[in-house]
């Protein structure tokens, strides 16, 4: 069983926030494997099984039981690395080296669509679909 | 060479006591490599019109000082306390706008900077008052029980927690507290004493005297609501009583408080305000900003922009905190 976590916290200003993956339909669409969204209301459902609005206990419970797991740069990715298990991180306009694991496999298509300044609030940047890595290339990763 | 900004704050002093500053300033036997003025007048004047300060402004040319005249923010000096702080110099030595530093003053607290030391303060003397400091001590748990060691002449070099009103401090490496209120009480026995805490040398030294020509009239302190002096106090009390604890405020997202919770167990006698106690348990982030008054020296975001950040959110809590 893989989880996913596709969705970075919604923006105040209800924008798409920039961190979100664009392909997560194609991506699904290739992985032929039970699936598991997390996430919470409101969020668009991607796949039968999702489970919204868990504890934290909940979640790392649930990480416990998967094989591995794909998220955006949310703080998914930062409770799976606290429970010791490995999976992917897709990256966009925000930096791995700064706010990622190298425990985890972190798939970041190209350094020069990270945003200048990553301290600031996501609200400022757009987000723009090129960031970030075509589903094939993740595909590629989650059979390690 | 360390670079020097020298830094003045006023209000309601142009045709008193500012004049005699910056003439002093210009004619320090070391000179700092940038002067900037911060007006915080409430009715600001072009001083570019009056003869006396374009003499002063063709002197700094002459002697290669560039300097700046800024218009502040009417928020109190330790905002404009703070800009200077962050102007990217290596010291900053912080002038009062009626305090008039005798001539080789930046050159005797200068001299005593090296990389174990936060701050220098030389005297600074308010006539006719001046009290008894041969046996004060300088520690903030007698702040309240002696005089400013810094009221007397001070005959030998000696390590204190605090300083008060004009010295030379390292720049960049603490904050201001910009919670105070515009009146600014304590606010830089606050900065001092935070130096210290982070491992550095507040030192007094002779020879480095500054005459405080106290004026009820005008002053970066005009404010009378004792409300606002009442409630600086309560932050500064605040302050004190966590002296012996390492102030953990975690004003940031879950992610980050789980990276941060690998980092607890290293820090000595923390006490913690948290926005997710279902991750790091603590006192609330509402309760922080009611003893602390800003939370903006524990925003790891704004530090890592000021710091140019380029490792990871780990290795930021770690020089935060560690």
Redesign the interface.
């Known amino acids: 069983m893989i989880i996913i976590a596709p969705y970075a916290?919604q923006l105040r200003t209800n924008k798409e926030n920039p961190k979100n993956y664009p392909y997560w339909k194609e991506l699904i669409a290739m992985i032929d494997e039970p699936i598991i969204q997390v996430g919470i209301e409101g969020e668009k459902q991607l796949v039968d099984d999702f489970r919204k609005n868990r504890?934290?206990e909940e979640l790392s419970s649930l990480i416990q039981t998967c094989r591995t797991w794909i998220s955006v740069d949310?703080?998914?990715?930062?409770?799976a690395?606290?429970q010791n298990k490995k999976g992917v991180v897709l990256w966009g306009p925000s930096d791995p080296?700064?706010?990622?694991h190298p425990e985890n496999i972190n798939l970041l298509k190209d350094r020069s669509h990270l945003v200048k300044?990553?301290?600031?609030w996501w609200e400022a940047t757009e987000h723009q679909n090129e960031r970030f890595v075509k589903p094939h290339i993740v595909l590629e990763y989650l059979k390690e | 060479m360390d670079k020097v900004l020298c830094s003045v704050a006023t209000r309601g002093r142009y045709f008193t006591t500012l004049p005699l500053v910056l003439n002093a300033i210009i004619n320090q036997t070391k000179l700092p490599d940038k002067l900037i003025i911060f007006d915080d007048n409430d009715d600001f004047q072009d001083m570019r019109k009056e003869m006396i300060y374009q003499y002063f402004f063709q002197m700094l040319d002459i002697k290669g000082i560039p300097w700046e005249w800024r218009v502040a923010e009417k928020k109190g000096q330790h905002h404009i306390h703070q800009h200077a702080n962050l102007a990217g110099y290596d010291w900053v030595w912080r002038v009062d706008d009626d305090a008039v530093p005798e001539p080789n003053a930046l050159y005797n607290l200068f001299r005593w900077t090296n990389t174990n030391v936060g701050a220098v303060g030389g005297s600074i003397l308010t006539p006719p008052y001046m009290p008894d400091t041969s046996q004060v001590t300088g520690t903030i748990d007698n702040i309240n029980s002696e005089p400013n060691i810094q009221w007397g002449f001070i005959k030998r070099k000696k390590e204190v927690e605090h300083l008060h009103c004009s010295f030379l401090y390292r720049a960049g490496v603490h904050d201001y507290n910009l919670g105070l209120s515009r009146v600014a009480h304590r606010e830089e026995t606050l900065f001092t004493y935070g130096l210290y805490q982070k491992g550095y040398k507040i030192l007094v030294v002779p020879d480095a005297v500054t005459w405080h020509m106290k004026n009820p009239q005008g002053g970066i302190r005009a404010e009378t609501n004792a409300d606002l002096y009442a409630r600086d106090e309560r932050i500064f009390n605040n302050t004190l009583a966590c002296r012996n604890n390492t102030v953990v405020v975690l004003n940031c997202g879950r992610g980050d408080h789980i990276v941060f919770k690998h980092i607890l167990p290293l820090i000595k006698n923390p006490i913690v305000f948290s926005c997710y106690p279902d991750i790091i348990p603590g006192n609330t982030i509402a309760e922080a900003i009611n003893f602390f008054g800003d939370l903006d020296q524990w925003n790891i975001y704004k530090k890592m922009d000021h710091w140019k950040w380029k490792d990871s959110l780990d290795s930021a809590f770690r020089k935060l905190y560690l």
């Open positions: 916290q504890s934290m949310s703080f998914f990715q930062h409770l690395w606290d080296i700064i706010f990622g300044n990553q301290f600031l």
